[in-house]
T-cell receptor
């Protein structure tokens, strides 16, 4: 089945520093990846849609200059939390759609990465 | 945008009983409805999905029903087992130029009591 990896799995950083999170589709190509944020015991909040070769589409209320997204290849999207603050501490999960499904139109199913737990001190 | 509501937020059932989780959505353009199971500290895993041209779908002990007119869909788990304990999320998906975006419900924490 489709596998999505994330790195790192957990990270602790100082306030004011930047943190990069990688999301990779391991056995399929993903023209579209999604970034979510999840607070403890809460739902997945869509932050942005990452499109290979173009700018990401951010959901309302998500600062694009703070959460930088780069989708440089068909298997890799990165989320950089810039000038991190304690309130950015959260669980960040990416997901990817398999481009090859539905004759190249992309499958509907999203495959999730294992998540990255970020703690900003 | 799409608004997905999910009930109940917590659910406890005795092993062997059935569990039902309900979701409503607001945008009639939504046409794909997956359900995910998330165990503590792990990634969400797709357990079943249904498309808007289907009213019901079943996979062993799990079934999903969809009422497009009322804009609600439900997850049914029969003969529950302790390993069914997890948080379940419903989602509604709207097709956009960039592909389908998921809007998740708030989750239901299911506990199956042995």
């Amino acid at each position: 089945g489709a596998v999505v990896s994330q790195h790192p799995s957990r990270v602790i950083c100082k306030s004011g520093t930047s943190v990069k999170i990688e999301c990779r589709s391991l056995d399929f190509q993903a023209t579209t990846m999604f970034w979510y944020r999840q607070f403890p015991k809460q739902s997945l909040m869509l932050m942005a849609t990452s499109n290979e070769g173009s700018k990401a589409t951010y959901e309302q209320g998500v600062e694009k200059d703070k959460f930088l997204i780069n989708h440089a290849s068909l298997t890799l999207s990165t989320l950089t939390v810039t000038s991190a603050h304690p309130e950015d501490s959260s669980f960040y999960i990416c997901s990817a759609r398999d481009w090859d499904k539905n004759g190249g139109a992309g499958g509907e199913t999203q495959y999730f990465g294992p998540g990255t737990r970020l703690l900003v001190l | 945008g799409e608004n997905v509501e999910q009930h109940p937020s917590t659910l406890s059932v005795q092993e062997g009983d059935s569990a039902v989780i309900k979701c409503t959505y607001s945008d009639s353009a939504s046409n794909y409805f997956p359900w995910y199971k998330q165990e503590l500290g792990k990634r969400p895993q797709l357990i079943i999905d249904i498309r808007s041209n289907v009213g019901e779908k079943k996979d062993q002990r799990i079934a999903v029903t969809l009422n497009k007119t009322a804009k609600h869909f439900s997850l049914h788990i029969t003969e529950t087992q302790p390993e069914d304990s997890a948080v379940y999320f419903c989602a509604a998906s709207i097709s956009r130029n960039t592909g389908n975006q998921f809007y998740f419900g708030t989750g239901t924490s299911l506990t199956v009591i042995p």
